[in-house]
């Protein structure tokens, strides 16, 4: 429920769908974050099927968020547990084929702030933080923008740590 309504602002904010897009037409972040926000299943589902079917270089970290996001949706414990597993061990093979990119720690830090302490992921949540805070003026603007929107409500990331590329320093 928690992890519902953290997400929800995702959805709110990126305008993705109330800009008269379909999110799951083609892949683009915005669209990706308002589907990890809807915490809806099938939108989740189309997601995955949309990765599975496009090139990207994200493409292991998006689906690896995504099905830990999904996890939570389940009903069977077990069946939450496992498609959790599944997803961090992408997210994480990820990170480590590539530990500087910041979207990736962006991505774990999201789903570490509103793990269950159960599957005890959460060890990486403050480096996490400051590798974002470090990296964040070099990303593209569409993703400061969900970053900085997702700060809004966040208990470890704040807003007045981030710095738009527009931002004097």
Known sequence: MILRIVFGFFFILSGAISQGKNPLQNFDKPAFYAVMASGKMGDIDKMLTLLNSVSIPEKEAYEG???????????????????????????????????????????????????????????ELESDKQFIIKCFKNLAADVQKIIFDYSKNSKILKQQDLKFKNQDE
């Open 65 to 123: 968020a995504l099905m830990m996001r999904k996890s939570g949706l389940l009903k069977i414990a077990g069946e939450k547990l496992k498609l959790f597993k599944k997803g961090r061990i992408k997210l994480e093979t990820e990170l480590l084929k590539d530990s500087s990119n910041c979207e990736y720690h962006f991505l774990r830090l999201t789903i570490q702030e509103h793990a269950p302490k159960v599957v005890k992921y959460s060890a």
